[in-house]
């Protein structure tokens, strides 16, 4: 019995010490993993990156490679060089989703066609003797006074139905005006110049009918792509060589969309009324964008050598909006919208191409390497002038609503 005891004994000690062993060995490699995830997901070096993310030679650290999606994703909200490129454009992207709202809800309204200073320079006594002439049911109406509050309150909100429910008013004033004025889609101001002054001021603006708006929503949406597809370039990339490829090819997609679609607004309507022109532009532009983006699907395209052969590429493609700007003042020089527009299509054009001069030139990294490798990059500074170029673009586009809401062709 002694012996047997003796014999349990070291058995539960050697089971014992084993299973200490065990646990010991089990808790060290669970420590050995979360050292290697923690080492696995830090910041390399430039010299240590795959040679797919090897782009800008003059960033020396901060570098995500080759981390799994999860971790990639996550990053979004973690300091690396890329993070800021990521950020600049995503912010880009809610603006102008925020700006294409604001534009649906508010046509025509973007428009203002200042008709409460319509109705303060209005003579109200003489319009009320004017309107009895075409008007016959307007003496059965309420006095002088319900007219003239009317108009005030309603008007200037040009949302009539609210206010004007039980007095049809847009449908009695239209039998004062001529017939081929009522029916066309804009306000002929030949015609108007028949008419009372009084007359015309109060009811012109009421007929005006909005043009189409597709051209700018086409540039709102190829500002959005764009600016989307960049961020998300800049988030995943880092994941794979596969991931980088798509994501590249992505981002040039989005540029080449933004620069095509920034033709459109003013090719449009500044050639609305020559269709021949207006189709001439809008097909050359389109086209090559097309080519663009078909020439950015090539492998070679994306190599590092290729740097300043891509910017070239897409700064051609913004400089050619030189020759519709140009046969605009020809057309129309006499007009102040043209030279407001202009100014803005100049402003917008030196946004782009600062921005893709800094691209190509990697200024100011190159004169500090490792200095701007968190924030103030080359790439980082072309992000924010191209949201600025486009949101001047976006003012253009609003001028150009407005000047062909009220004159038409």
């Known amino acids: 019995m002694g012996k047997n005891e003796a014999n349990r004994s070291a058995v539960k000690s050697y089971d014992g010490s084993d299973e200490k062993l065990v646990s010991r060995s089990s808790s060290g490699e669970g420590k050995g993993k979360k050292l290697w995830k923690k080492v696995k997901y830090q910041l390399v070096e430039y010299h240590a990156l795959p040679g797919y993310l090897k782009d800008n030679e003059y960033i ?45 809800m508010k046509v025509p309204n973007v428009v203002d066609l200042n008709l409460p200073s319509a109705l303060r320079n209005a003579d109200f006594q003489k319009l009320h003797a004017e309107l009895i002439t075409c008007l016959p049911s307007l003496p059965h109406m309420p006095d002088l006074q319900r007219l003239r509050e009317e108009l005030k309150t309603a008007l200037p909100s040009m949302n009539l139905s609210p206010y004007l429910s039980n007095w049809h008013i847009v449908e009695l004033l239209s039998n004062c005006l001529p017939e081929n004025l009522t029916h066309s889609n804009h306000t002929d101001t030949c015609v108007l110049h028949h008419m009372k002054e009084d007359v015309a001021n109060i009811i012109a603006p009421l007929l005006v009918r909005p043009i189409t708006r597709w051209p700018f929503f086409a540039f709102l949406g190829g500002a959005m792509f764009c600016l989307l597809a960049s961020s998300t370039c800049h988030l995943l990339s880092c994941h794979s060589e596969r991931v980088a ?158 000047w062909r809401d009220l004159q038409g062709c």
């Open 245 to 402: 490829y798509i994501m590249l090819r992505l981002d040039y997609a989005g540029i080449a969309a933004l620069i095509s679609t920034s033709f459109y607004p003013p090719v449009y309507y500044s050639f609305m009324c020559y269709p021949f022109f207006c189709n001439l532009y809008l097909g050359f532009i389109t086209l090559l964008g097309i080519g663009t983006i078909l020439a950015s699907l090539l492998p070679v395209f994306q190599s590092p050598e290729y740097r300043t052969f891509r910017a070239s590429l897409f700064f051609g493609m913004g400089f050619s909006g030189a020759a519709p700007i140009l046969h605009k003042l020809i057309l129309f020089w006499h007009q102040p919208e043209a030279l407001h527009t202009t100014g803005y299509e100049v402003l917008m054009g030196l946004f782009y191409g600062i921005g893709a001069l800094v691209y190509a030139m990697r200024i100011p990294e190159r004169w500090m390497p490792g200095k701007f490798d968190i924030a103030g990059h080359s790439h980082q500074l072309f992000h924010v002038l191209v949201v600025a170029g486009a949101y001047t673009h976006y003012r253009a586009g609003l001028v150009y609503l407005r």
């Open 60 to 104: 020396l650290a901060h570098y995500r490679a080759e981390w799994p999606l999860k971790q990639t994703l996550l990053s979004v909200f973690s300091i690396h060089n890329e993070t800021l490129n990521v950020w600049t454009h995503l912010i880009g992207f809610f603006l102008f989703l925020s700006l294409t709202i604001y534009t649906a």
